[in-house]
């Protein structure tokens, strides 16, 4: 299950984060892009069933769905698009060059007392 691989390696970065600042994680947020081929409510349930005896217990992951975005090889338009199959929004052409998407990235982490604090991953 590839959510789950995913999601362990959050919980050790987050779990070091803490460590470092000596504090509780309360909730955490993830930019997940389409092309990761992240299932988001199964990376969720990982994230709750991996923290359950530790720190994190409790803790909250957010997600950030954010976009594909890819640039026509035909016309030269750029489209944004939520799924991972994507066609020109100008020509309806399917010749294009993907430039993001594939985000699956820690940004940020809210620590109890101090607020947000961002945190790469
Ligand atoms: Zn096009």
Redesign the pocket.
Known sequence: MHEFSIASNIVRTLISVAEEYDQQVVAATVAVGPMSMIVPDLLTSAYQALTEDTPLAGSELHIQQVPITAV??????E?EAYEPFV???????L??KIKSGYELQLISAELRESGEIMQKA
């Open positions: 026509c090889n035909e016309c030269g338009a489209t066609e020109c929004s100008e020509c309806g052409s010749n294009l």
